[in-house]
C-alpha cells in the first residue's frame, strides 16, 4: 500500500497529570474495540502541578502502558509532549524522547508529536526547537512519523507551510474546535495543504475552544467532511471525566478500564463514539 493515503481516526487521552486514572490497557482496549479507534494520543502533561517536569518517572509509566497496549492490539498511538512552552525545555524534552525513540525503535505505531500547542513562540522559534529534538529522535528511529506543533496553539499552520522543516516523515500539527473555528479556519489549512506539507489534526473538539460551552453538531459534521476529503488524520479531545466540560467524552467517576454504558458518556463523548464507529461501519 505505499504511497496511498491513510486516515487515522481516534481519541486523545486527556492530560497525563489530571486523568491519568484513565491511562490504561482497559481504556486502550475498549477504544479499539467499542470505539473503534485506529490511533491513541497520549497526552503527557509536562508543567503544571504532578507534571512530566515534577514527576518523571510515573508521568513516564503512563505513555508506555498507554503505547506498549496500543502496539499489542496493532493501532497507533502519538507521544505527545503536551505544554505550550517546550523551548524553555528543550533539555528535558530531548532526553524523553530520546528514550521513547530507544524505546520504539522501529515500531511503525508510534508517532511522536514533540510540541503541542505553541503560545507566543514564533515559527522561527518553534522550528529551532523542533529541529534540535527531531534530530534527537533520528539517531534512534530515522523513520518515525514526527508531528511538530505550529503558532498560536497549533492554529497558524499558514507559517510552518511557508518555510518547512526539511527532512522526511515530519507533519504539521493543525487544532481547531468546531463552535470557534470554522470556515476561515479551513481555509487556513487548504492553503497550506496546497503548499504541499502534511498536516495531522492531533486535538478538535466539538465545543468551543475553551472546551466548555457550546457543542455545534453541525460544524463538526463539516469539519469531519473536510478532513476526509483531505485525508487528514484526527484525534478526538478527550477522553477525561471534568465536570461541566463539554469536551470530556465521559462522566465523572467513570470506569478507569473502559467498559462504559451510554450512561456513562456526555453527549460528547455519545457524538464522538458513534462518529468513529459509523466510520468503521458499525451501529451507534
Not at 485506529?38 to 509536562?46: F, H, Q, Y
Not at 502496539?71 to 530520546?98: C, L, M
Not at 470557534?180 to 481555509?187: E, F, G, I, P, T
Request: proline content about 4%; overall charge negative; charged content about 20%.
Amino acid at each position: 500500500m505505499t504511497g496511498q493515503p491513510v486516515q487515522l481516526r481516534g481519541m486523545s487521552f486527556g492530560w497525563s497529570n489530571w486523568w491519568g486514572q484513565y491511562w490504561t490497557a482497559g481504556t486502550v482496549d475498549w477504544l479499539v474495540d467499542d470505539w473503534k479507534t485506529d490511533v491513541i494520543r497520549a497526552s503527557m502533561g509536562i508543567e503544571p502541578s504532578g507534571a512530566y517536569l515534577s514527576n518523571p518517572t510515573t508521568e513516564k509509566s503512563k505513555v508506555t502502558t498507554v503505547a506498549d497496549e496500543a502496539i499489542k492490539r496493532g493501532v497507533y498511538v502519538i507521544i505527545d509532549w503536551h505544554e505550550e512552552n517546550a523551548p524553555k525545555h528543550i533539555a528535558q524534552s530531548r532526553a524523553f524522547f530520546t528514550e521513547m525513540a530507544t524505546r520504539y525503535a522501529g515500531q511503525p505505531n508510534v508517532i511522536y508529536e514533540i510540541f503541542n500547542e505553541p503560545v507566543g513562540y514564533s515559527w522561527t522559534q518553534i522550528k529551532s526547537y523542533a529541529i534540535d529534538v527531531i534530530a534527537a529522535i533520528r539517531a534512534k528511529d530515522p523513520k518515525a512519523i514526527i508531528i511538530v506543533g505550529t503558532p498560536n496553539w497549533s492554529s497558524d499552520i499558514e507559517a510552518a507551510a511557508a518555510d518547512p522543516i526539511v527532512g522526511t516523515n515530519i507533519a504539521y500539527t493543525f487544532h481547531f474546535y468546531a463552535a470557534s473555528h470554522k470556515q476561515s479556519s479551513r481555509d487556513q489549512a487548504t492553503r497550506a495543504l496546497a503548499k504541499g506539507i502534511s498536516i495531522f489534526i492531533t486535538e478538535w473538539g466539538t465545543c468551543e475552544a475553551s472546551g466548555t460551552g457550546t457543542l455545534d453538531s453541525a460544524e463538526t459534521d463539516k469539519w469531519l467532511q473536510f478532513m476526509d476529503q483531505n485525508k487528514l488524520s484526527w484525534a478526538n479531545w478527550a477522553i477525561s471525566d471534568k465536570a461541566g466540560e463539554t469536551c470530556s467524552a465521559i462522566m465523572p467517576n467513570s470506569s478507569t478500564t473502559g467498559h462504559w454504558p451510554d450512561t456513562s458518556l456526555s453527549t460528547d463523548g455519545k457524538l464522538v463514539r458513534g462518529k468513529l464507529r459509523a466510520y468503521a461501519g458499525v451501529a451507534p
